[in-house]
């Protein structure tokens, strides 16, 4: 017996969520720039910064176990927030 063959229909929804999964990720790169832009030009963070961005990624984290976020959201501030973070 012989497969059924795929739908018309079906088809479609494929090909719209293809092109909607590209322009996510295209959205991404873009604020991932847009963000790189922005860290560049703060790079210098005191020590007392340093005991706050800490604060902020155990929030960051906490956010993302209750369901809070995104990963997306979570991978873009956690990028950030290691940028901003020094390591001696």
Do not use: C, Y
């Not at 739908?7 to 090909?15: E, F």
């Not at 959205?27 to 020590?47: F, I, K, M, N, Y």
């Not at 993302?64 to 501030?77: C, Y």
């Amino acid at each position: 017996m012989a497969r059924p063959r795929t739908t018309v229909g079906k088809l479609q929804r494929d090909q719209a969520k293809r092109e909607k999964a590209k322009a996510k990720q295209e959205d991404r790169l873009a604020r991932r720039a847009d963000r790189g832009t922005e860290a560049s030009s703060s790079d210098t963070v005191g020590p007392e910064d340093q005991q706050e961005l800490l604060a902020q990624f155990a929030k960051l984290h906490e956010d993302l176990a209750e369901g809070r976020i995104s990963i997306d959201d979570f991978e873009l501030r956690q990028d950030d927030l290691r940028r901003r973070l020094r390591v001696d």
